[in-house]
Structure formats: structure tokens, C-alpha cells
């Protein structure tokens, strides 16, 4: 029997980039289609993976890699994939154990960037302690690719005291950073646009997973929800987490932590830090009573060295970000419209 779906009514008749950019537009596409068609309650989450009941709590997610350029300065698209799927296992709670590894390549792709790029995977999958089991490879066409996409897959238990959920977000919970933000966006923007700096600007690609574990092992359930701000950045992420628990952010720009070279990159690409991508740092939601160790704890992980405080959940202005800038005055921080990096991750 052929279902009978309507489509449904949407302000664009067209996919754009914008769509791919973890804004507001891909929030309208998957919101319409995908969630309203598919939805269930694992689903309906919309977090980083699902958690699940399978011989213990298990973790599953997938994600597709489209970079461009394929090589950049401090990573390429292999190891961003096994670390962009290990992080999105690691923000559900989890210990990441398994990946599937699928290439979309296009004809003409040279042999030795593939060899670098496997050599790559091999690498991060090492560094990571997990295992590729399964995977795939199709070859198109000339033209009707960009070189090589990547699609991975993972699966890993959720730690013992882990309890990561959106619903546990509350008021006075503190907003903690792990690292500095727009690396990731800034070190490919930098590359597209033959930039160069007094030093370089590299990618902040890298497994997040042992940080998470030793925080969940010395907080536990005092930590309530784990994010990694990659696509639309940190604005987007957390607007996401003000509209799903339905309370307010409050910000201090001052207090989110940007490396220099990275700040004045941005104000030459004329691009907000808060909307670039990232892939080697997480926002984690706490109990306010812990804050401070937790800072202290994640200082001393590696690539953490400059976890700072951010922000706290509120009762006022709720589904909405609201930012406290340098000079005092304050404003809101929407979602981000449209697609401010294309081809990112």
C-alpha cells in the first residue's frame, strides 16, 4: 500500500547551501521533512546520537564528511571523519568502540591523495582506541563528485555514571567551554582565501572522548548535557539548547576564549567567531556548585587548557541567547541564517 504524504509547505522551493549550514535553514528542512516524517523518540532528541537499550545503553550516530580543500592545515578529511564521529559519540556519554567507513569517490582522484587520507584514518583510529569493522566504496563519475565524501558510523556504551540529556538542562546550570573557539572554520578559510598570518592557524580537529570520560567519572550526573559546536558554531549550538529546553542563555563575550590570530582573522573575513565552525572542543551544561572544579578538572585534560565559564542558564528571555558584550551592552544571538562557511566538514 503506497503511503500518502502531502508535502509539506515550506518558504523555499529549492536546496540551497545554506541548507547544509546547521542554521536556521537546515533547521526549517529537517524540521519539515525529515523529523516530522521519520520521527520517533529516539529521534525526536535531535542530539548528536541515539541512546538506547542494546545488551546495556548504547550509543549510535553517523556523519557525512564533504571538506574542501581535501588537506588543511593541521588535518585532512580522513582523520576529521574518525574524530567528528568519535566526538559525536563522545557528547552522548559514551565510549566510542566501532565506526563503518564508506568513500564516495570521484573519478581522477589521485592515488596518493587517497593512500595519505586512509594512512590518515588509520592514524586517528588508532589515537582513538576504536576500530573500523565495516564500510564501503562507490566510484562516480568525472564531475559528479568533489574529489572524496566520506561517511562514518559509530557505536559505543555509555559510560556508568553518564545521564546526558536535554531534559536536564535547569536554571542556574553554568555554560563551560573546553577551548578556543573558531580554529576549525578559520584554518580552511584561511587556506580558500590564500591568507597568511604571523603564525599559522591550524584545525582544531581532534578525539574529545578521554576529556568527556574523566569528566563524567569525576562528576557524573552533575553533568547535564554535552555539545560540540562544529556546523553554525557556537551560536547555533547553543540556541539549539535554549529552544529544546525551552530556557534562556545568558553569555559574556569577554569570558569566550579566541586566540588572537584567530579573532583578527575573523575581522578581516568580516565573520562573527561565535558563528564558525569548530571540531576539537565541546560546550558542556553543569550544576552550578561544580563549575569551578569542573574548569579546574578540563584544565588539565588534554586540549583543554583554556576551558572557561561562558555563560549560565536562565529563566528570562527563554528559547533565546542573549550576550553581554565587552563594552557592557547586550544583545541576542540568533541561530545562524544561511551558510557563513561553505564545505566545512
Same mark, same amino acid.
Given at each position: 500500500?503506497?503511503?500518502?504524504?502531502?508535502?509539506?509547505?515550506?518558504?523555499?522551493?529549492?536546496?540551497?547551501?545554506?541548507?547544509?549550514?546547521?542554521?536556521?535553514?537546515?533547521?526549517?528542512?529537517?524540521?519539515?521533512?525529515?523529523?516530522?516524517?521519520?520521527?520517533?523518540?529516539?529521534?525526536?532528541?535531535?542530539?548528536?546520537?541515539?541512546?538506547?537499550?542494546?545488551?546495556?545503553?548504547?550509543?549510535?550516530?553517523?556523519?557525512?564528511?564533504?571538506?574542501?580543500? /581535501?588537506?588543511?592545515?593541521? %588535518?585532512?578529511?580522513?582523520? =576529521?571523519?574518525?574524530?567528528? !564521529?568519535?566526538?559525536? *559519540? &563522545?557528547?552522548?556519554?559514551?565510549?566510542?568502540?566501532?565506526?563503518?567507513?564508506?568513500?564516495?569517490?570521484?573519478?581522477?582522484?589521485?592515488?596518493?591523495?587517497?593512500?595519505?587520507?586512509?594512512?590518515?584514518?588509520?592514524?586517528?583510529?588508532?589515537?582513538?582506541?576504536?576500530?573500523?569493522?565495516?564500510?564501503?566504496?562507490?566510484?562516480?563519475?568525472?564531475?559528479?563528485?568533489?574529489?572524496?565524501?566520506?561517511?562514518?558510523?559509530?557505536?559505543?556504551?555509555?559510560?556508568?555514571?553518564?545521564?546526558?540529556?536535554?531534559?536536564?538542562?535547569?536554571?542556574?546550570?553554568?555554560?563551560?567551554?573546553?577551548?578556543?573557539?573558531?580554529?576549525?572554520?578559520?584554518?580552511?578559510?584561511?587556506?580558500?582565501?590564500?591568507?597568511?598570518?604571523?603564525?599559522?592557524?591550524?584545525?582544531?580537529?581532534?578525539?574529545?572522548?578521554?576529556?568527556?570520560?574523566? /569528566?563524567?567519572?569525576?562528576? %557524573?550526573?552533575?553533568?547535564? =548535557?554535552?555539545?560540540?559546536? !562544529?556546523?553554525?558554531? *557556537? &551560536?547555533?549550538?547553543?540556541?539549539?539548547?535554549?529552544?529544546?529546553?525551552?530556557?534562556?542563555?545568558?553569555?559574556?563575550?569577554?569570558?569566550?576564549?579566541?586566540?588572537?590570530?584567530?579573532?583578527?582573522?575573523?575581522?578581516?573575513?568580516?565573520?562573527?567567531?561565535?558563528?564558525?565552525?569548530?571540531?576539537?572542543?565541546?560546550?558542556?551544561?553543569?550544576?552550578?556548585?561544580?563549575?569551578?572544579?569542573?574548569?579546574?578538572?578540563?584544565?588539565?585534560?588534554?586540549?583543554?587548557?583554556?576551558?572557561?565559564?561562558?555563560?549560565?542558564?536562565?529563566?528570562?528571555?527563554?528559547?533565546?541567547?542573549?550576550?553581554?558584550?565587552?563594552?557592557?551592552?547586550?544583545?541576542?544571538?540568533?541561530?545562524?541564517?544561511?551558510?557563513?562557511?561553505?564545505?566545512?566538514?
Amino acid at each position: 500500500m503506497q503511503l500518502s504524504c502531502p508535502m509539506p509547505k515550506l518558504d523555499f522551493d529549492k536546496i540551497t547551501l545554506g541548507h547544509g549550514g546547521g542554521g536556521t535553514l537546515s533547521n526549517k528542512l529537517l524540521e519539515k521533512t525529515v523529523f516530522e516524517l521519520l520521527g520517533n523518540d529516539l529521534l525526536d532528541k535531535h542530539h548528536d546520537g541515539a541512546i538506547f537499550d542494546w545488551e546495556g545503553k548504547t550509543a549510535f550516530t553517523t556523519d557525512s564528511f564533504v571538506i574542501s580543500p /581535501l588537506f588543511f592545515p593541521g %588535518g585532512n578529511i580522513g582523520e =576529521l571523519a574518525v574524530n567528528g !564521529t568519535v566526538n559525536d *559519540l &563522545a557528547m552522548c556519554g559514551a565510549k566510542p568502540k566501532y565506526l563503518s567507513l564508506s568513500f564516495i569517490i570521484e573519478e581522477g582522484l589521485l592515488v596518493e591523495e587517497f593512500w595519505k587520507i586512509v594512512v590518515s584514518i588509520k592514524e586517528a583510529t588508532e589515537a582513538a582506541g576504536v576500530k573500523i569493522i565495516t564500510g564501503d566504496t562507490k566510484v562516480v563519475e568525472h564531475g559528479k563528485g568533489d574529489k572524496i565524501f566520506i561517511n562514518t558510523t559509530g557505536i559505543g556504551k555509555i559510560l556508568p555514571n553518564a545521564d546526558i540529556n536535554i531534559n536536564r538542562v535547569e536554571e542556574a546550570d553554568v555554560i563551560i567551554v573546553s577551548d578556543v573557539v573558531a580554529s576549525h572554520g578559520i584554518a580552511i578559510m584561511s587556506v580558500r582565501k590564500g591568507l597568511e598570518f604571523e603564525s599559522d592557524i591550524l584545525s582544531d580537529t581532534r578525539p574529545l572522548h578521554t576529556a568527556v570520560e574523566s /569528566l563524567i567519572t569525576q562528576f %557524573g550526573k552533575d553533568i547535564h =548535557l554535552l555539545k560540540d559546536p !562544529t556546523r553554525g558554531g *557556537l &551560536a547555533s549550538v547553543l540556541n539549539e539548547i535554549a529552544r529544546d529546553s525551552s530556557r534562556g542563555i545568558y553569555l559574556e563575550e569577554q569570558k569566550i576564549p579566541i586566540d588572537d590570530q584567530v579573532k583578527a582573522a575573523c575581522e578581516i573575513l568580516g565573520l562573527d567567531p561565535l558563528y564558525v565552525a569548530n571540531e576539537g572542543i565541546f560546550i558542556t551544561v553543569v550544576k552550578e556548585s561544580i563549575s569551578e572544579e569542573v574548569v579546574q578538572h578540563l584544565r588539565k585534560q588534554p586540549h583543554c587548557t583554556n576551558a572557561s565559564i561562558i555563560g549560565q542558564v536562565v529563566n528570562d528571555h527563554p528559547k533565546q541567547v542573549v550576550i553581554k558584550s565587552g563594552i557592557g551592552g547586550k544583545r541576542i544571538v540568533n541561530m545562524l541564517v544561511g551558510q557563513q562557511l561553505p564545505r566545512i566538514c
